[in-house]
């Protein structure tokens, strides 16, 4: 390989025209891997914009999402057991189930200009502060409430639906009788099952050269046809039960707010989370205060007893005497004596 040769230290300069047209010519755009003309997704999400919300963002999602909503929270209850009711005029038989509220607050808020969705943290019971984790006491001692055993987040469709305040009860009475209600809980865990019990396969035939392979799943998909592969979402054997089940309109039997329980017409067992029912139209509460619906009721004692005990100050003044009594007619005369 020839040597190479050396760089000679100065500079050759350029003609004065040729510098001169280097400096009026545009400068060349050069291609690469990263575009000069970076798109502005920002822009177009501004509320001043007047354009419409991109489908792909995630304001695009919530939007979505939000007819599909509850406008207001729900309760955590738990199952107790099944029961019976009869109707009165026609004697038909209704098996109802029974669950219990117990310590059911509102332990916070998520906003959607801080977390990105509005929600509503509901706690039930009380758990020792020994067994929960050093966030969450935080996360409790920072809502002056005390330790829960479940917290669960009901979404709302807007800000609206953040009621009541914090530290307030929910009671049975959240939910009116023959009112229907959506009921989520836990089905039972069957362990690991088959393709038979999982998805009701049929299997394979009890005879005809089937040898000890008689409730096995088959075939999992063809070779070099399919790619020589598995499809994803093939139904296989695996783990059953165990998973979230929604149980939709479930109608609202009883109320009791002393005992704190409601019966219902069918949800599953442990805990159970019940909101207003999506397939129903939505029913209009009025969104009151526990304390100032208290003062309200007071309010409206002390003026019902205010016109009672000025009428009972008047009435003996301004009552007309009552008529006496009618004297007992006299007993008649004896006859005279005869001589």
């Not at 230290?9 to 690469?32: E, I, K, N, V, Y």
């Not at 836990?186 to 050269?209: D, I, N, V």
């Not at 000025?310 to 301004?318: E, R």
Request: glycine share 12%.
């Amino acid at each position: 390989m020839p040597p190479r040769l050396p760089r000679p230290s100065h500079s050759l300069s350029p003609p004065p025209g040729l510098s001169l047209r280097l400096r009026l010519r545009p400068p060349q755009s050069t291609r690469g891997i990263r575009s000069i003309n970076p798109p502005r997704p920002d822009s177009y999400n501004q509320p001043s914009a007047g354009l419409p919300i991109l489908g792909g963002s995630s304001s695009g999602a919530l939007a979505r999402k939000t007819p599909h909503l509850c406008p207001r929270t729900g309760l955590l209850a738990i199952k107790k057991g099944m029961t019976a009711l009869f109707h009165p005029a026609t004697g038909a038989r209704t098996p109802c189930t029974v669950v219990q509220l117990d310590r059911v607050e509102v332990v916070g808020f998520k906003t959607r200009q801080r977390h990105g969705y509005d929600a509503v943290q509901v706690g039930y019971g009380w758990r020792h502060p020994n067994l929960l984790t050093r966030p969450m006491l935080g996360h409790f001692a920072a809502q002056e409430i005390s330790p829960k055993r479940h917290v669960v987040e009901f979404r709302v469709r807007d800000g609206g639906g953040l009621h009541p305040a914090v530290g307030q009860p929910l009671a049975p009475s959240w939910f009116r009788v023959g009112q229907f209600v959506d009921a989520k809980a836990k089905c039972k865990g069957k362990g690991f099952a088959g393709g038979m019990k999982r998805h009701g396969f049929s299997g394979q035939p009890a005879s005809h050269g089937v040898s000890l392979a008689h409730r096995a799943m088959g075939s999992a998909g063809q070779s070099q046809g399919g790619g020589s592969r598995v499809y994803p979402g093939k139904r296989q054997p695996g783990r059953m039960g165990g998973q979230q089940v929604t149980v939709a309109n479930v109608k609202v039997m009883r109320v009791d707010d002393v005992h704190g329980i409601l019966v219902l017409h069918g949800p599953n067992g442990g805990l159970v989370k019940l909101q207003d029912a999506y397939k129903k139209p939505w029913e209009v509460f009025p969104k009151e205060d526990p304390a100032a619906a208290a003062a309200a009721a007071a309010a409206a004692g002390a003026a019902n007893a205010a016109p009672a005990a000025s009428s009972a100050q008047s009435g003996p003044a301004a009552a007309a005497p009552l008529p006496s009594p009618p004297s007992p007619p006299s007993p008649p005369s004896p006859p005279p004596a005869t001589s």
